[in-house]
């Protein structure tokens, strides 16, 4: 079974150079280039002359890594039976980086979730086979820096807008505009979703960014998820006791809109004053 956590250990080690050396590069031929790699490190992966190494690009690191350690392309799963977890399974494989996978089902309620999901929460994934017990589901985007710094931009964006909206819908006490916006928490988690993937396949333009990045972007899908819930609390509230709800979201938006400030224009005064 694949390990995100051993591959993104293995790729963060490389990528940091925890083998503190420098190589030569020597050049054979013309537009050759050849760069040894560390004898401890080859023994330990039980490398031997006419191995291959998988290579990735990282900015301006590559990244090398056994060949039994690569991200993974092609999987089948079979979700019948799991209705109350089925959106989680797929969303394990999304994150881990797999290409494409082949999801086999036991009833029809189980292939409209699956198709559900595929709609709402993968990026660049598009459903591209299906049979009476099966959907094969197919990554169409490739992942890049440039795309992935977009979405994490666009998130904190539709929390600041997921904040004000919910704010503006709770004073105005309309039920159905409160229950619409909660809706905002998909995009949310299908922006989220892309890029775990995102930093599970191809890393982090600084690779020492990997874990604190992928740990903020679950802290900001959990800040989607308060503000759902939030929405869900204002629409069972009567009108009369809904003020302290108003007070809540106020804060809660300074904060988070704040922290966004904060992450692209980082300053001291900016975290006494957050």
Not at 92 to 118: C, M, N, P, W
Not at 166 to 184: M, N
Not at 243 to 264: G, I, P, Q, S, T
Request: charged share 25%; aromatic share 10%.
């Amino acid at each position: 079974m694949f390990s995100v956590e051993k591959h993104l250990k293995a790729s963060v080690a490389i990528a940091l150079g925890k083998v503190a050396t420098s190589r030569k590069i020597i050049q054979l031929g013309g537009d050759t280039f050849v760069v040894s790699l560390p004898s401890a490190w080859a023994r330990q992966h039980k490398l031997k002359k006419g191995d291959e190494l998988e290579v990735e690009e990282q900015g301006p690191r590559l990244v090398f890594y056994p060949k039994s350690e690569a991200k993974p392309g092609v999987v089948s799963v079979d979700v019948s039976g799991t209705e109350p977890v089925t959106k989680r399974i797929l969303g394990a494989l999304h994150k881990a980086g797999y290409d494409e996978f082949e999801i086999r089902y036991g009833s029809q309620k189980e292939a409209e979730i699956v198709q559900q999901t595929v709609r709402n929460s993968f990026v660049g994934f598009e459903i591209v086979g299906r049979t009476k017990q099966a959907l094969v589901i197919k990554n169409v985007s490739a992942p890049n820096y440039e795309e992935f710094d977009t979405l994490i931009r666009r998130v904190f964006l539709l929390l600041v807008e997921f904040g004000e909206e919910c704010f503006k819908a709770v004073a105005s006490g309309d039920y159905a505009k409160i229950l619409a916006v909660a809706a905002l928490d998909e995009d949310i988690n299908r922006h989220v979703n892309f890029c775990r993937r995102t930093l599970n396949t191809l890393g982090h333009k600084v690779a020492s960014r990997v874990a604190p990045t992928y740990h903020l972007v679950e802290q900001l899908e959990r800040v989607g998820d308060c503000y759902k819930r939030l929405c869900f609390v204002a629409a069972e509230t009567e009108p009369a006791s809904k003020r302290w709800l108003n007070d809540l979201l106020a804060d809660a938006n300074f904060f988070v809109r704040k922290f966004y400030e904060l992450y692209y224009e980082f300053s001291l005064v900016g975290v006494a004053e957050f």
